[in-house]
């Protein structure tokens, strides 16, 4: 049965995965294999399969927590937002022995936050993903959505512009930390500072999509320190 489902997992046949999974006899095995099915239907972008397919909830008891994190994804896939939400809300509760999948639960949240621009409780989970995963690899993407909530809701620029030089330049939020603080510096009207960022992602990230945009903005801090 096993090598039947790896089978249908190639020829992404998810009714036969499904079919194959219902006659496994011993309990543990469809559990660890449910997992591997999860995992596998969530690559393949089988979003309709993830939230109709009910099981027993012994089956996924040792691993709910990245269930419901999957499963979650789905929802928010299908534009499904409310329900993503909810799930990914249960996915964190349940986490406590599973840090990266409670880390990735309350980033999701955050996501979702930021699209519906509530961004007092962005604010508030940005700052506990900053606080609890301190080595996290998303770390940088934690300080621009936090410099960019604490623009948005027209808190102190400093704390704006602390975030963003967190934010190794070299990195794929690079060029969004320099272009957010170039605006930063031309909105307090500090055009020497406004020059000096703008200028530097011309130099250092020619090909960024931000580079129309900071010549423009380059140009009108020069202006103004004539």
Known sequence: ILARIRVHQRLQDYSGIQESWEKMKDDLLRSLVLREIYRHAGKDFQYEFLISFEFDEQFWRDWKSEGQLIRAHALRMLDRRDEAYKLYQISHALADRFPVVRERALYHRVLIELE???????????????????????????????????????????????????????????????FL??????????????????????????????????LLFLAEALFQQV
């Open 116 to 178: 519906v621009q509530d961004f007092e409780r962005a604010e508030q989970h940005l700052e506990q993903l900053l606080a609890s995963y301190p080595e996290s690899s998303y770390r940088a993407e934690y300080h621009f959505w936090y410099a960019l909530v604490l623009h948005e809701k027209k808190q102190d620029p400093i704390r704006s512009l602390m975030a963003l030089r967190q934010i190794d330049e070299s990195l794929e939020r690079g060029d969004d930390s320099i």
């Open 181 to 214: 603080q170039g605006r930063i510096h031309l909105e307090q009207l500090n055009w020497s500072q406004a020059s000096r960022v703008f200028g530097r992602l011309k130099s250092n990230l020619p090909e960024s999509p931000y580079l129309e945009q900071s």
